[in-house]
């Protein structure tokens, strides 16, 4: 685990999640489709 020598890598999951959520949804309430399903 030498990923957390700046804390770099875990910002850019956290935002590539927010962004990717943030598109899902748009996409699904003005398509009705969502390209990558999330399983609950």
Known sequence: MSDDDDGGGLMGWVIFILI???GN???YQTTGIVLIPIRR
């Open 25 to 27: 949804f748009i996409l």
């Open 20 to 22: 990717f959520g943030v």
